[in-house]
Each structure stands twice: as structure tokens, then as C-alpha cells.
């Protein structure tokens, strides 16, 4: 098991990188994180667009949403896949496909966890915002906004912990996260698969965990003082 | 300065306004009181329209404000309205709520905001807590600060939604005295209150509503020493003691 | 822009690997359902339980289970699992249909763990005062749960049961990875003879929906008629 470690242990780690494209957990992390922070602009415009008065705006939106969350995230990583050259003109590679999946797939989940937290704003707020004078999008941007995203950090990072999760899909279309090179490892030694997808196993669960008791700590943090998490902050 | 002609408002089959025609001069202090769900809050947050009305108009300083070419946010810009429920920005200090209107509505620059943000959290006695947040204040400080963030763009005109109906008793005074001030510097005032020793000061005007309807009107004096209808006795009678007829 | 032809994988030999792929799919959803509710209710008793040494058990289950991606375990019990296994069950595995035994166990781990958390909170959602109050009315424990608590709980816990449902067909499509010849497989499958893209995962999509939009619909069904009231 320790020469395994010693011997894969870096290539599980960061892939072919440097003679190659970065692999392993390190693009895992990297691709996850990549994902979330761009889902997460997509989610806000696509919640604002499900909470706006314009039907024409709010029924497209809600049909997107619909259809993306009963579609499974596999479905959605082949169309990438098979879609986006057609759309660039150009042969897109495994990251970009991966990346433009996940955002597409959480951005339609994070829309209802933002949709959510904006409602859970209490009215007051924006009643005192717009008496104020201040228009629809100044009091979305300065007072709701803020407000909403700070209740939201539990579940965001719940989110990003589902998307670390959902990388590991790539496998299927061949590209080199850390399931993948599990399994290249294995292929290459044979006899010990336990080994080889134990440490896969239990490199996800310490990531996972670790993540999940964080926006436990969150979660707790802001329902014992929700108003002073500025001053914790700052 | 605030002209209501025949205002109705619904909600679904009930008649929350019923036939509003009255007249607030500028300058005037005017409050307005009644028992519950009698459409006060109603009728004042329907004055910068955070209510919309099924019929009749209201006119501010001449111009209906129903009208398609208002401005709404600009409009609103010009009236203060200080709420029950205070409404402060948690997320933001003291200084920056009441910096954020000027510096994004008015133009002022921040510095220029701040001079006169603290200015004016001195007139009401809270400039020393200006860079702390909210939560940390006590009611009675939470409601000069939003007091203090209505003023600070100037407007003719401020209406008060039961200012000091959320308050510990002990912190109600504090308020009042605020709101007295601005009184006596001449400020068109609309104030929605139970406080009836505040009323009989301060006010020019007390109207009293009844099932959506202003049931009368009249000077302090008149109102409270010579009420005309057996409702607004009643009315007198069930505040004055705790325990209601016997 | 090429023209497209549906009739591809609406008719003929197409046709037949992908209905079989739905049908593998639909009997993967059904058989883990169907193991997964009794598994994951055990659970949810042990998380709840006074005993502390099942309580954290329970924890373990979940938590080990939950921050794996169903990938991994699929890997895992395809790839790893037989090792341990003696030669005769080993064999036995891979005569009988190992990719999809395999896709229901793990399957079965992953959905249950999930469904253990839902029925929790369902459980512990029903104030303690309900239970309370049902004994100080006269009546004994079992009889109180069972017309007090259970039924408010009940109610509460199918929402996202039924979300849960919709999770694990979607992750039906995860078990391609080993082989499974569920609707996935057969698509890529499609694909690759008839070179149809647009068409296969048009249709495919189309597929996945149908099951899926009925049981969102029996979710929205389900809270206009039963509505979670607040006490």
C-alpha cells in the first residue's frame, strides 16, 4: 500500500502535470471550483429571472430549469460534448466540455437556492429601499443581494461539495480527474483494486466531509448571531 | 400639500379605504389614529405608494402621483417614511445606511455624505454610534438611526408608520422627542400613533379612521376634549383605561 | 446543416437497444426503490435511537456513503468488491449479470443513505410537544406515534423522498460506467453505429424526461393534496 502510495502517489495527485495537462485531485478541486463560481452568476440572473413580472421573461426560465434538473448531469456532459464544436467551430477539449456542463447543471440548481434566499428576505428590507427612492436594481444589488448571499454560504458550500462530486462524471468522457487516474493505476497494477479505489474512496470522503462539517460551522455560526456576521467578516 | 379625493382601496372583497377625501397642508402636522384595522398604515403607505389604490386620486404637491410619467423611485426619493418595524440595513453600519441614498441618488460624493449623514445623526443623538452596525443598538437608537436615514435627503414631506409601536416603553420618549423637533422646525408631518400625549403637543390635526373611513377630524383640543361621534368616545374611553368598561 | 432523421432510432434494430436500455433503467429505479425505503428507515431509527453505539453507526453509514461520489462506488463494487469475494461466488457473479448486480448495490447504498437523512429530518420535524401532548391526552407511546406522529411525519418526509426518487433515476445513467445495458449505454451505443447525435440523445433526453416530469408531477400532485399545515 506504501509503495503504491509512493509510486502513484503524485500522479493521483496532479496527473501528467508538468509533462502533461493537470490531472488528478488537484484538477478535481480546480475544476469544481471553476464550476461553482460560474454557475453561481448564472444562478442569480436565472432566479431573477424566475421572480421577475414579465411572464414572458419568467415561463422560458422556469421551462429551462425544469428541463435541466429532469435531465441527468450525464446527458448534459454527452450535448457538451458533442455540441459545443459544433457551436465554437473549433474541437473542444475535456475540460471545457466538463466546465460548461457543470455550470449549465448548478446553475439551474443554485436558481432555486437563490430564488429561496431572496425570498426569505424579509419585505421590510426592500419596502425601506424603495421608500428610500432607491430603483429595483440598486436595492437587488446593495441591500437584498448582499443579505440573501451571506444566508446562502451553508448551502453554497453544500453545492460546491456536490459539484467536487459530480467531476468525477469526466471519467466517462475521458478526462484525467482523479477517478480516471484511479483507474489508469489500476489498470497498470492489477492486483490491487481494493487499494486503488479504497484510496479513491477515502481521498472523496476526507474532501467531502471536511467541506460538509465546514457549512455545518456556517450554518451554525449565522442562525446564533445572523445580524453580526458583517462584523465577523470584517 | 397631500390631496386625497374619493381614495377606495380592496383587498379581494374587503373595503380597506372607504371614500378618502381629505386635504394636508404644508407645514402641517397630522395624526392619524384609530383602533386596529382601521386602515391607518393602509392609508399612509398608500402616500408613496407602497399600496396601490383600486380608485379615486392622490395628488403630492399638485401633481397626481398615479400618473404614467411619475418617476416612482425619484418621487419616493422626496418623501421620508420611517417604519414599526425600524427596516435598517443589518449588513451595513449606521453611516452607510444613511449614506447610501445621497451618494447614489443625490450624487453626493462620499465624503460630502458622510459630513452631512453625521450631521444629521447628531440632531437626533447617535452620531457617536455611526460606524457600528445595527444590531448592536437598542430599539430606541435603531429608530432615530432610520429617522436619521430619512432625513438626510431632505424631504418635505416625512410619514411615520407607528414609529414607536415596536419600542420598550422606556425608549418611546427618546423617539418622540425627535419627531417633536422636526415638528417645530416646520416639517410637513403624517404621523400613524397611538401615542395620544404626543398627539395632543405636537399635532395641528387628528384624524381618526374607523373601518377605513376618517370618522373625524378636528384640532387636539377638539378631538380629545369635544369628540363629536359615540365611536371615536369609545374609542377615547377604551385607551384612557387599561381594563376597557366595565 | 445536415438534415436529421428521426426514423433512426424510432424504428429497427436503434429502436430495440434503446427501449431495452429504458426498460433496464426503469427495473434499476424500481428494485433499488424498493430495497433502499426499508434500508434507509433502518437507518433513520438507528440515527434517532438512545443507544449511542447505533446512533454512530448510523452516522457512519451516511456520512461514508454520502461524500463518495456514485461513481466511486460503482467502481468500487464492480472493479474491487469481487477480489474479496471466494472463486465460486466470484464466478457466479459474472455469469448472472454482474454489471447490473453490482449497479443496484451500489445504487441501493447510495440512495438509502439518502433517503435515511429525509426520513430523519421527516421524524424530527414533528415537535416533541405532539408526542407530548397525545400522552397527556391517555395515550400510550405506540398508539401515539402511530395516530399522532407518524402521519404528520409521513406527510413531511414524501417531498423529498420523492426528490430522492428523481435523483436516483437520473443516477441510473451513472451505472454506464461499468457496463450496465441501461438507456445511457444504449445510447452511446446508438451513437457510435449510426453516428446520429442529434437524434439518439434527442430522443434519449426525451426519455429521461418523460420518467422524470412524472415524478415531479406526482410531487406537486402530492403537495397541493396533502400540505404540510403549520400547527
Given amino acids: 500500500m506504501i509503495d503504491l502510495l509512493k ?47 414579465r411572464r414572458l421573461l419568467r415561463w422560458p426560465v422556469t421551462a429551462v430549469i425544469y428541463v435541466v434538473r429532469g435531465t441527468p448531469l450525464l446527458m448534459v456532459i454527452f450535448w457538451a460534448y458533442f455540441f459545443l464544436p459544433v457551436l465554437t467551430g473549433q474541437k473542444t477539449g475535456q475540460v471545457t466540455t466538463m466546465l460548461a456542463a457543470l455550470v449549465l447543471f448548478n446553475g439551474a440548481y443554485l436558481a432555486e437556492v437563490v430564488r429561496a434566499g431572496i425570498q426569505g428576505i424579509p419585505r421590510g428590507q426592500t419596502e425601506a429601499a424603495r421608500s428610500l427612492g432607491l430603483g429595483y436594481a440598486l436595492t437587488l444589488r446593495r441591500i437584498v443581494l448582499p443579505q440573501a448571499l451571506r444566508n446562502m454560504l451553508p448551502s453554497l458550500v453544500n453545492q460546491f461539495v456536490t459539484t467536487l462530486k459530480e467531476t468525477s462524471l469526466g471519467y466517462i468522457i475521458g478526462l484525467q480527474e482523479v477517478a480516471f487516474i484511479a483507474s489508469q493505476v489500476n489498470s497498470q497494477v492489477l492486483v490491487h483494486p481494493v487499494a486503488v479505489y479504497g484510496t479513491l474512496a477515502l481521498t472523496f470522503f476526507a474532501l467531502c466531509f471536511g467541506l460538509s462539517r465546514v457549512a455545518y460551522a456556517l450554518e451554525k455560526r449565522l442562525a446564533r448571531r445572523p445580524l453580526e456576521l458583517p462584523v465577523l467578516l470584517s | 400639500m397631500i390631496e386625497f379625493h374619493d381614495v377606495n382601496k380592496f383587498y379581494g372583497k374587503y373595503h380597506a379605504l372607504v371614500g378618502i377625501t381629505e386635504t394636508i397642508e404644508r407645514g402641517e402636522v397630522v395624526v392619524i389614529c384609530g383602533p386596529s384595522g382601521s386602515g391607518k398604515s393602509t392609508l399612509i403607505r398608500t402616500i408613496n405608494r407602497l399600496e396601490e389604490i383600486d380608485s379615486g386620486r392622490i395628488l403630492v404637491e399638485g401633481r397626481d402621483i398615479h400618473a404614467p410619467e411619475i418617476d416612482l423611485d425619484r418621487f419616493r426619493s422626496g418623501i421620508g417614511f420611517v417604519f414599526q418595524q425600524f ?29 452631512r449623514a453625521l450631521a444629521v445623526l447628531d440632531r437626533v443623538g447617535v452620531a457617536d454610534k455611526a460606524s457600528v452596525f445595527p444590531a448592536t443598538l437598542s430599539g430606541g437608537q435603531q429608530q432615530r438611526v432610520a429617522i436619521a436615514r430619512a432625513l438626510v435627503m431632505e424631504p418635505p414631506l416625512m410619514l411615520f408608520d407607528e414609529p414607536t409601536s415596536s419600542l420598550d416603553p422606556e425608549m418611546v420618549g427618546e423617539v418622540l422627542l425627535v419627531i417633536r423637533n422636526l415638528a417645530h422646525q416646520g416639517m410637513t408631518l403624517v404621523c400613524v400613533t397611538h401615542e395620544m400625549g404626543f398627539a395632543r403637543e405636537v399635532a395641528d390635526r387628528v ?3 374607523d373601518r377605513g373611513a ?33 | 446543416m445536415a438534415q436529421f432523421d428521426f426514423s433512426i432510432v424510432t424504428t429497427g434494430e436503434f429502436r430495440g437497444w434503446l427501449v431495452s436500455g429504458f426498460l433496464l433503467s426503469l427495473r ?17 431509527l438507528c440515527r434517532l435511537s438512545s443507544v449511542a453505539m447505533l446512533r454512530g453507526a448510523g452516522a457512519v453509514f451516511v456520512e461514508g456513503i454520502r461524500n463518495i461520489p456514485l461513481l466511486v462506488h460503482l ?14 461466488a466470484r464466478t457466479w457473479l459474472y455469469d448472472h449479470g454482474a454489471e447490473s ?24 420535524a414533528v415537535p416533541a410537544t405532539q408526542l407530548e401532548a397525545a400522552r397527556a391526552l391517555g395515550f400510550g407511546y405506540l398508539a401515539s406515534m402511530r395516530r399522532v406522529v407518524l402521519p404528520q411525519a409521513v406527510r413531511i418526509v414524501v417531498p423529498p423522498l420523492i426528490s430522492q426518487t428523481l435523483n436516483l433515476w437520473k443516477n441510473t445513467s451513472i451505472t454506464t460506467v461499468i457496463g450496465t445495458a441501461e438507456l445511457m449505454y444504449q445510447a452511446q451505443r446508438v451513437e457510435t453505429a449510426s453516428f446520429r447525435g442529434v437524434e439518439t440523445f434527442g430522443v434519449t433526453t426525451l426519455a429521461y424526461l418523460s420518467v422524470s416530469l412524472v415524478i415531479t408531477a406526482l410531487a406537486l400532485w402530492f403537495h397541493h393534496r396533502f400540505p404540510v399545515r403549520a400547527t
Fill in chain 1, 7 to 53: 509510486t502513484y502517489g503524485l500522479y493521483f495527485l496532479v496527473g501528467q502535470f508538468p509533462q502533461g495537462p493537470l490531472g488528478g485531485l488537484a484538477l478535481t478541486i480546480l475544476l469544481g471550483l471553476a464550476a461553482l463560481l460560474l454557475a453561481l452568476p448564472l444562478g442569480i440572473l436565472l432566479a431573477l429571472a424566475r421572480l421577475s413580472r
Fill in chain 2, 87 to 115: 427596516n435598517l440595513f443589518p449588513h451595513l453600519t449606521v453611516l452607510d445606511n444613511c449614506t447610501l441614498a445621497p451618494i447614489h441618488l443625490r450624487g453626493l460624493s462620499p465624503a460630502e455624505a458622510r459630513e
Fill in chain 2, 207 to 209: 384624524l381618526f379612521m
Fill in chain 2, 214 to 246: 376618517i370618522l373625524e377630524r378636528g384640532s387636539p383640543q377638539e378631538f380629545f376634549d369635544h369628540p363629536q361621534q359615540a365611536r371615536t368616545r369609545k374609542f377615547l374611553a377604551d385607551i384612557r383605561s387599561p381594563f376597557g368598561r366595565e
Fill in chain 3, 28 to 44: 434499476l429505479t424500481c428494485i433499488t426503490w424498493i430495497l433502499s425505503l426499508p434500508i434507509a428507515t433502518a437507518i433513520a
Fill in chain 3, 75 to 88: 467502481l468500487f463494487w464492480y472493479f474491487a468488491m469481487p477480489e474479496l469475494l471466494p472463486e465460486t
Fill in chain 3, 101 to 124: 448486480i453490482c449497479a443496484v448495490i451500489a445504487l441501493t447504498f447510495y440512495t438509502s443513505s439518502y433517503m435515511a437523512e429525509d426520513i430523519r429530518s421527516g421524524i424530527r
